[in-house]
């Protein structure tokens, strides 16, 4: 008890370390609370004249052209502003204070509900330990410092599988449809789910994605019409201008990530084309939804502040710490993804014990923002566990129908 209150106490010293260094009104809620009051005084948020406000509110001063600084434009769809709407109606620091009161316990639930619809045999303790340090992991603290809208959008994909794993598809649908305020986080899951819809006839949740989806694109038309082409338009250069690349490309280069990165795509593609007739309560739907969201951190553009991210690959940690594969090859991942991630949770308490000493080791700073390995190595492990599985079970009970089958453990 006394490691696990360290581990979870060491990350609030650490942000209080941190906030040292970044000015409070930095933040990923910043620009698109400005930019949503602007649309609801009937401004384009992604207008030049609303992206100075923001520069304003957000550097203390517009910035010069050609300035190295990310511009920090609006750069979400405007399906975002009515979400934000009841926070354009406050002050920065209400706004601040009631993003917060919101996400925490939403995410909290989110990932409560989300163990609930894993194939495991939880006792109430052991899934409050885990949601708790969930709760306390890096990625999950920094997105919070820094108001990230990855924070509502996660707890949103959470709730809708376990909607979908008590078969209550039509909420699912609407909850996916809300967390497409961040495309590029939702494409390959939205992706995987529609064909596993299509194969499995789930008809009502692909008509309430749609639907909702039609009542989001509607009312953001009214707030701020032909949004589309502006959206788009912010969006060129983004990679160049905010200095992100794929993790694996932040390691290995840019040619060489990609190749590796195409590679475990490649491979979890095949891995979740098996899963595609799987219940929505079965082990093999659990892994194929881990994986998506594993390889989408593999893809998106990151960088060390927006480690925030990785908060997707929750559920795929949790099933590789309660599993036991047979395999070498997938034994060996799975340690290498655990060990990963246990590394991660000592540098944060490393960092918070040093910082109540006055000072954090440069590298133990540089080190726990620069996690690039952890999407690969839990999508390389939960690939192998699918594929493994499938081979032992060719002749045997489905996976959907036994759980304990393929050595899943308390």
């Not at 991630?341 to 440069?362: E, K, M, N, R, S």
Request: glycine share 6%; charged share 10%; proline share 7%.
């Amino acid at each position: 008890m006394i490691l696990l209150a360290l581990v979870v106490a060491a990350p609030f010293e650490y942000i209080h370390i941190v906030n040292r260094s970044i000015p409070s009104q930095r933040t990923g809620l910043l620009p698109r609370w400005v930019g949503t009051r602007a649309a609801l005084h009937g401004e384009d948020p992604y207008s030049p004249a609303v992206l100075q406000e923001i520069q304003t509110a957000f550097y203390g001063q517009a910035l010069a052209p050609g300035e190295k600084e990310n511009p920090e434009k609006f750069l979400y769809p405007a399906t975002v502003i009515p979400l934000l709407a009841p926070l354009a109606l406050l002050t920065w620091p209400a706004a601040r204070v009631a993003f917060l009161a919101v996400t925490v316990p939403l995410l909290g639930l989110g990932f409560w509900l989300c163990l609930g619809a894993l194939p495991l045999r939880w006792t109430a303790r052991t899934r409050a330990v885990t949601v708790l340090l969930a709760l306390a992991a890096w990625p999950t603290m920094w997105g919070f410092r820094v108001l990230q809208l990855t924070m509502p959008v996660a707890a949103f994909i959470f709730v809708a599988w376990y909607l979908l794993a008590r078969r209550h598809p039509v909420p699912a649908g609407i909850l996916l449809a809300l967390a497409t305020i961040k495309p590029q986080l939702m494409l390959p899951l939205l992706l995987a789910l529609f064909v596993w819809a299509l194969f499995r006839r789930q008809w009502a949740l692909l008509v309430s994605f749609v639907a909702a989806m039609a009542v989001q694109l509607a009312v953001a038309q009214m707030l701020v019409p032909g949004w589309f082409p502006h959206w788009r338009a912010s969006l060129r250069n983004y990679t160049g201008v905010t200095q992100t690349a794929m993790p694996l490309e932040h390691l290995f280069g840019h040619w060489a990530g990609l190749v590796i990165t195409l590679a475990l795509a490649t491979a979890a593609l095949m891995a979740l084309w098996r899963a595609r007739r799987s219940a929505a309560d079965s082990l093999d739907f659990a892994r194929a939804m881990s994986l998506v969201l594993a390889i989408t951190v593999c893809f998106v553009p990151t960088s060390v502040a927006l480690l925030y991210n990785y908060v997707l690959l929750m559920p795929a940690c949790v099933l590789l710490a309660f599993s036991q594969p047979s395999g070498t090859w997938a034994w060996l991942l799975r340690l290498m993804a655990l060990g990963q991630l246990g590394f991660d949770y000592l540098l944060v308490t490393l960092g918070g014990i040093t910082g109540l000493a006055g000072h954090v080791p440069a590298v133990v700073a540089w080190l726990s923002f620069s996690d690039y390995l952890l999407p690969a190595l839990t999508t390389l492990a939960l690939t192998l566990q699918m594929v493994e599985s499938r081979g032992i079970e060719a002749g045997g009970p489905s996976a959907g129908t036994a759980p304990m089958q393929s050595g899943l453990v308390d």
